[in-house]
T-cell receptor, first 112, second 119 residues
């Protein structure tokens, strides 16, 4: 079983602060995806990274895939209350179809 | 384009019963994956269907089964329900499956889920 360890599990910060969420594994993944999930809804895809060392930016969110494709990070600059939610990382493998291995999630609360 | 739809949204069953959940993928998508989400175990992969064939299966007992129809709609069935089956069941729709046509990955779109409560 490939495990993805996500940290921290919970994060409560003030509006305007920066934060980083980490996703680590001892296994190599061919792709790493980040999702955000709101209560009562399904996860919404934020980004997919497939190349070791790849960095992608989505407005105030910066995603990085580790060089060895075993870890990833999500950095949010100047967090806003609208960023509140459950952030999930998920790893995929080339020959495993669309099966994703999910991390445990980081529950983020941004207070105004 | 309409998103992924799942029916029903909420379901209450008792132990020993069986249940069937339905997922309609985005038009043109051929892959449907099912996941179980619980507070203790998080999101866990159940199975994936691509062009009516089961592509992959997670580590769940045989009480969990699924199928896909020619229009790509998918159903999952859980027989002999147990209390521990209470969860949010999510389906994800994708145009392709990873590994098909040399694709490393295929973007997946999740439905809102079916909340199953087993009493």
């Amino acid at each position: 079983t490939q495990l993805l360890e996500q940290s921290p599990q919970f994060l409560s910060i003030q509006e305007g602060e920066n934060l980083t969420v980490y996703c680590n594994s001892s296994s190599v993944f061919s792709s790493l995806q980040w999702y955000r999930q709101e209560p009562g809804e399904g996860p919404v895809l934020l980004v997919t990274v497939v190349t070791g060392g790849e960095v992608k930016k989505l407005k105030r969110l910066t995603f990085q895939f580790g060089d060895a494709r075993k870890d990833s990070s999500l950095h949010i600059t100047a967090a806003q209350p609208g960023d509140t939610g459950l952030y999930l990382c998920a790893g995929g493998r080339y020959n495993a179809g669309n099966m994703l291995t999910f991390g445990g999630g980081t529950r983020l609360m941004v207070k105004p | 384009k309409a998103g992924v739809t799942q029916t029903p949204r909420y379901l209450i069953k008792t132990r020993g019963q069986q249940v069937t959940l339905s997922c309609s993928p985005i038009s043109g998508h051929r892959s449907v994956s099912w996941y179980q989400q619980t507070p203790g175990q998080g999101l866990q992969f159940l199975f994936e269907y691509f062009s009516e064939t089961q592509r992959n299966k997670g580590n769940f007992p045989g009480r969990f089964s699924g199928r896909q129809f020619s229009n790509s709609r998918s159903e999952m069935n859980v027989s002999t329900l147990e209390l521990g089956d209470s969860a949010l069941y999510l389906c994800a729709s994708s145009q392709w499956t990873s590994g098909a046509v040399g694709r490393v990955t295929s973007e997946q779109f999740f439905g809102p889920g079916t909340r199953l409560t087993v009493l």
